[in-house]
């Protein structure tokens, strides 16, 4: 499984950006594909899945802010993130993962970064 991360850049407070990410290769028995992030000094935290069972999830921090949607092609997945009205906070490397049987694939991460 490959994995690509795009979107990222340089915002200000209250702005939005769309993060994607596209995974290819061998996806059967794909178990979720989610977002994390990782601020400068602290540890790497889930933003938002979505399962193929449990469906969608989303932290506390994030939620009625950030939105994923999934698109499903032949030959790839893509997990799309809306993120809006953002803070500070939120500035972090964004990490695209994808679970396929148990095993975990984590994409080069991409660089939010709110100004106040």
């Known amino acids: 499984v490959q994995l690509q991360a795009s979107g990222g850049g340089l915002v200000q407070a209250g702005g939005s950006l769309r993060l994607s990410c596209v995974a290819s290769?061998?996806?059967?028995?794909?178990?979720?594909m989610a977002w994390y992030r990782q601020a400068p000094g602290k540890e790497r935290e889930l933003v938002a899945r979505v399962h193929v069972v449990r469906g969608t999830f989303y932290s506390d921090s994030v939620k009625g802010r950030f939105t994923v949607s999934s698109v499903s092609a032949q030959n790839s997945l893509s997990l799309h993130m809306q993120v809006n009205s953002l803070r500070p906070e939120d500035t972090a490397v964004y990490y695209c993962n994808v679970n396929v049987f148990d095993f975990d694939t984590w994409g080069q991460g991409t660089l939010v970064t709110v100004s106040s």
């Open positions: 290769g061998s996806l059967q028995g794909i178990e979720y």
